[in-house]
């Protein structure tokens, strides 16, 4: 294993060589997964599911049987949001047995190398109606690979007692993914709007194979897979340590709420703005997939705008705790709904500023709670069982993407006001357990 001593030349901020490379790896991952996914319901719902492409598909008549069979008959549009929601929630269920893999069997590196290109190839893959359903297996299995690994081998690079250098890595890292969250829908939703929806899809699949690449140029540098070490010792927890697991399962699963209300703006959010806003801004055509380019980008610019503020707060000892910022992340995503809600009554045709503002809400949002779980986790859970608990914390996404999925399908049975009131309504539910709750987890977790 690498670490990081004197005996390793810091090369790129200071830090490790490797670091750039698993860096950038993960930067053309995210533009290639956003850039796919802020097309993929528009394309389903717009084009692929219609009569003329969706029996090209192979599979899809068994494939939309089993689905209508846990679900109930849905139409085109309904259809389209709950695969988006599953594709979603697979994404984020799949690290965890990619890490079980890579630690029994593969190793991180080769998980990483076979995951980049299983996601290649399911990019390319989408470029082609009938072999849609292969496309999205690729892409889950791939990223189930690909992502938990690649972040774990940035933690090898650094020695167990260097937690300072842990959290630089994974602040340079962390930069890679909002860039690409950022960029990737730019790109992708322009080309596929002027030259066609599988003209975005190639390009996805192109930058995907960039970070394949990226990796392989840099395989020398990264650190040197583990033996698989022997059976552990099973640890008893303790009567303290299982009701603080307890708590942190109540936090993670209040999140839900404000999770289902913020990820619906990759799917039927999209779908609203193509049909309800005035996209003509300066004689310009924005682009649908733009949108969700924005909140990433302000999960990125209000970063130091937040550290001031909690910073001003704290000076006054008014800084919220971890639960009150859940809360607040929930309010935020309540507003955001809300103004979706309230635009819909108030015109037929939504000025391109309310989505903007409604996007940019929900980074913000997206900065008091997610992060704010992390660390909570990371702080309070029990040392034996601390890595376990952190990638459990994702199933929370798996579950809420399903959701997602779900709630999509009554968007043609309620005028759209009454779908994003319903979000609202979802995320103050969020916001209101948090409060309701917050005294006896912060004892069971003894948050200041």
């Known amino acids: 294993m690498n670490t990081k001593t004197a005996a390793s030349p810091r090369t790129f901020f200071g830090e490790p060589m490797a670091l750039a490379f698993l860096s950038f790896t993960e930067a053309w991952e995210r533009f290639s997964y956003y850039g796919m ?94 072999s849609f359903l292969l496309a999205l297996l690729l892409l889950i299995v791939g990223c189930g690979l690909l992502k938990g690994n690649i972040s774990t081998q940035v933690g090898e690079l650094y020695a167990e007692t260097d937690g300072e250098g842990r959290t630089r890595a994974f602040a340079i890292f962390s930069i890679g993914i909002n860039v690409g969250a950022v960029v990737g829908p730019l790109l992708c939703g322009l080309l596929a709007q002027l030259y066609g929806w599988h003209a975005g899809f190639g390009l996805a699949g192109m930058l995907m194979l960039i970070g394949l690449f990226t990796y392989i140029a840099g395989f020398r540098y990264l650190p040197k897979d583990r033996p698989r070490a022997g ?57 649908v997939a733009w949108f969700n380019s924005i909140d990433p980008l302000a999960s990125i610019v209000f970063v130091p705008v937040l550290f001031a503020l909690w910073r001003y707060q704290a000076a ?54 997610w992060p704010t779980l992390l660390a909570l986790v990371s702080r ?43 979000h609202a309504s979802i995320a103050a539910v969020g916001g209101v357990l948090a409060i309701a709750l917050s005294r006896p987890l912060k004892r069971v977790l003894a948050v200041d």
């Open 316 to 369: 006054r000892g008014s800084e919220p705790d971890d639960l009150g910022k859940i809360a607040t992340g929930a309010w935020l995503a309540t507003a955001a709904n809300a103004l979706l809600a309230v635009s819909c009554v108030l015109s037929v045709r939504t000025p391109v500023l309310v989505p903007v503002i409604y996007d940019a809400l929900l980074g913000i949002s997206f900065l008091y709670y």
């Open 37 to 130: 996914t802020s097309i993929l319901v528009l394309y389903m719902s717009q084009a692929l599911l219609l009569p003329g492409h969706v029996e090209g598909i192979a599979g899809f008549s068994a494939f939309r049987a089993g689905m209508e069979s846990v679900f109930g008959p849905m139409t085109t549009l309904g259809l389209a949001s709950q695969i988006m929601g599953l594709y979603t929630g697979f994404v984020y269920f799949t690290p965890v047995l990619g890490g079980w893999v890579a630690d029994r069997w593969l190793g991180r590196r080769a998980a990483v190398m076979i995951g980049a290109m299983m996601m290649s190839a399911g990019q390319l893959a989408m470029a082609f109606d009938v």
């Open 380 to 422: 309070a859970a029990p040392a034996t069982i601390k890595a376990t608990l952190m990638g459990a914390v994702f199933l929370t996404l798996f579950i809420s993407n399903f959701i997602i999925g779900w709630l999509g399908g009554f968007y043609e049975r309620m005028t759209p006001a009454g779908f994003w009131a319903m």
């Open 231 to 287: 059976a552990r010792a099973k640890t008893k927890l303790t009567g303290h340590e299982w009701r603080t697991v307890g708590a942190l399962a109540a936090v993670a699963a209040i999140t839900i709420f404000q999770s289902v209300s913020y990820y619906q703006n990759t799917n039927l959010a999209l779908v609203w703005i193509s049909r309800s806003v005035d996209l003509n801004f300066l004689g310009f055509h924005v682009p």
